[in-house]
């Protein structure tokens, strides 16, 4: 027989306080209404590039915390709800992975923002990225500057693909002659050591 705390505790922890369907129906209806607003307000979201995206995203998940448990605080209610997540989550995928077409036309094209060199300013203002938060994501990939960089592209997913220039057989060249010049100008100031003292 469980005494009265026992039972409440259990009743609190594993009695939906919110129908089935409800408890199914409501993380369900956020996580497609929040895949729709990443689409609607873009690959910048899903990159996470400044504090201030990321103050949004993290805003986001507090939000519709409420939307998504109801009134009903349940250990039950929860595991449910993570379950629905997990499982639209499931469907989806599977559903796009059989579907490209679909899938492409959800998540967008890349956006190439360096080609051949050239940083395009509209491709930047079309993602709502400045040169300088572009820059950031170079130097996290190794780049100094963005003239080392070749091509740039912002996949649907908010990731970065960069590639660095390869440079010219001119300039090659170029710097292998500094190169060959700065050790004869080496040699020289040993000799010129050498025969001086």
Known sequence: ML???????MNDMFVLKLPLIEKIARPVLVYLALIVLLRIFGKRELAQLNPFDLVVLLSVSNTVQNAIIGDDNTLAGGLLGATALFAIN????????????????????????????KVDRRALSKELLSESELLTVAHRQGFDDLAEVERCVLEPGGVFFMKGRVPSNDETRHGVLLARLAELDRKLDLIQNRTGS
């Open 3 to 9: 005494t009265p705390d026992i039972h409440t505790a």
């Open 90 to 117: 499931y469907l989806v995928v599977r559903f796009l992975f059989r579907h490209r077409r679909l899938d492409q036309i959800l998540e967008g094209s890349p956006t190439v923002l360096i080609s051949s060199g």
